[in-house]
T-cell receptor, first 114, second 116 residues
Framework: KQEVTQIPAALSVPEGENLVLNCSFT??????LQWFRQDPGKGLTSLLL?????REQTSGRLNASLDKSSGRSTLYIAASQPGDSATYLC?????????????FGTGTSLTVIP | EAQVTQNPRYLITVTGKKLTVTCSQN?????MSWYRQDPGLGLRQIYY???????DKGDVPEGYKVSRKEKRNFPLILESPSPNQTSLYFC???????????????FGDGTRLSIL
């Protein structure tokens, strides 16, 4: 069974700090990895998607990297703002040989303190 | 506007009373799926559909049914709901389920289901 892990479960930082969120997965045969943001009582909003052939993707203050060999992805948030406070989830699509399914981590709850 | 629409958003019901949660997308996506989200367990996939009339079990399919008669709709059916199905449910869609797509999944706003 595929597993996706996110550590830490919660993180609190002062405004303006740069931070890194981690996602690890058990199988290097991934097809793509997505980072999502979830606000309380809301659905998931896609932030970045990295294909298995890519090493990183950037959008504004966000940068996501992928290292398949070590089974890790990181989401880097630059100059954090209170509006970044949310739960961040990573989701992995593994090889179709293991089923056409997305596997989610349990998320990192981020609080940015003004 | 591109969106995934779920209904109802909230539902409180009793054990054994059949219910259906509807999901509709307007993006002509082939792949649709249902997840449940529980504290400490994250999102787990219940069922998914690669296209019309093609459905497959995810990790937690017990107690649920789905159908995909039209491309835009993917309802989730609980034939005889039980309290352990109390959860937050999400429907999602993406252009394709092969993993090759560079387009992300789109999620609905969720359905909070309470089974008493």
């Amino acid at each position: 069974k595929q597993e996706v892990t996110q550590i830490p479960a919660a993180l609190s930082v002062p405004e303006g700090e740069n931070l890194v969120l981690n996602c690890s997965f058990t199988d290097s045969a991934i097809y793509n990895l997505q980072w999502f943001r979830q606000d309380p009582g809301k659905g998931l909003t896609s932030l970045l998607l990295i294909q298995s052939s890519q090493r990183e993707q950037t959008s504004g203050r966000l940068n996501a990297s992928l290292d398949k060999s070590s089974g890790r992805s990181t989401l880097y948030i630059a100059a954090s703002q209170p509006g970044d406070s949310a739960t961040y989830l990573c989701a992995v699509f593994f090889s179709p040989d293991t089923g056409n399914q997305f596997y989610f981590g349990t998320g990192t709850s981020l609080t940015v303190i003004p | 506007e591109a969106q995934v629409t779920q209904n109802p958003r909230y539902l409180i019901t009793v054990t054994g009373k059949k219910l259906t949660v509807t999901c509709s997308q307007n993006m002509n996506h082939e792949y649709m799926s249902w997840y449940r989200q529980d504290p400490g367990l994250g999102l787990r996939q219940i069922y998914y559909s690669m296209n019309v009339e093609v459905t497959d079990k995810g990790d937690v399919p017990e107690g649920y049914k789905v159908s995909r008669k039209e491309k835009r709709n993917f309802p989730l059916i609980l034939e005889s709901p039980s309290p352990n199905q109390t959860s937050l449910y999400f429907c999602a869609s993406s252009p394709t389920g092969t993993g090759y797509s560079n387009q992300p999944q789109h999620f609905g706003d969720g359905t909070r289901l309470s089974i008493l």
